[in-house]
T-cell receptor
Framework: KNEVEQSPQNLTAQEGEFITINCSYS?????LHWLQQHPGGGIVSLFM???GKKKHGRLIATINIQEKHSSLHITASHPRDSAVYIC?????????????FGTGTRLTIIP | GAVVSQHPSWVICKSGTSVKIECRSL??????MFWYRQFPKQSLMLMAT?????????EQGVEKDKFLINHASLTLSTLTVTSAHPEDSSFYIC????????????????FGPGTRLTVL
């Protein structure tokens, strides 16, 4: 079983729909990242969370440390949001800088 | 925001040749850089952790003599794929760790745009 699990693996939605992507992890963490990878391959860091909730434009990320779960929400989705969204966690070991990645969620927004 | 660049963005080479990929942090100093490899439709796999001024730490299964990493300055790390073979064809991504950068409260990683390597 992977230490970081994402669901769904693939998601297709109509433009304007509210999108939720989930991430569950099984290890203690100090931080969780949400990343966006466009078809060209480049990766953009969307959020880094250690608690609570963050919002940037139409994107909202939440994390529940007790439940070891995070969600990424996209409001008023747009075709340009089509990408692979990756959850990555930084383990809670002092000096451990490595990230453990989920397998990603491929989001397709249809006009 | 913090910017990490990679050069080249893509490269095609013949089997047996060596290829060097550069990773630069453009507006911050990165004491640590990470090199990842990504095969189609798979997630990123960490290859090695590169610390400025010291030897890189390689993940299990990654050949250090084949994937040479040099982190000579706080803004530049290079990955050289030596004697490349078709199975080395992949998407290589670096990230740079920002710690104590001016508008980040905790350390985070910034990713480069990636380099697509095709070995013929």
């Amino acid at each position: 079983k992977n230490e970081v699990e994402q669901s769904p693996q693939n998601l297709t939605a109509q433009e304007g729909e509210f999108i939720t992507i989930n991430c569950s992890y099984s290890v203690g963490i100090s931080a969780l990242h949400w990343l966006q990878q466009h078809p060209g391959g480049g990766i953009v860091s969307l959020f880094m969370l250690s608690s609570g909730k963050k919002k940037h434009g139409r994107l909202i990320a939440t994390i529940n440390i007790q439940e070891k779960h995070s969600s990424l929400h996209i409001t008023a989705s747009h075709p340009r949001d089509s990408a692979v969204y990756i959850c990555a966690v930084k383990r809670a070991n002092f000096g451990n800088e490595k990230l453990t990645f989920g397998t990603g969620t491929r989001l397709t927004i249809i006009p | 925001g913090a910017v990490v660049s990679q050069h080249p963005s893509w490269v095609i080479c013949k089997s047996g040749t060596s290829v060097k990929i550069e990773c630069r942090s453009l507006d911050f100093q990165a004491t640590t850089m990470f090199w990842y490899r990504q095969f189609p439709k798979q997630s990123l796999m960490l290859m090695a952790t590169s610390n400025e001024g010291s030897k890189a730490t390689y993940e299990q299964g990654v050949e250090k003599d084949k994937f040479l990493i040099n982190h000579a300055s706080l803004t530049l790390s290079t990955l050289t794929v030596t004697s490349a073979h078709p199975e080395d064809s992949s998407f290589y991504i670096c990230s740079a760790r920002s710690w104590g950068w001016s508008d980040t409260s905790t350390d985070t990683q910034y990713f480069g745009p990636g380099t697509r390597l095709t070995v013929l």
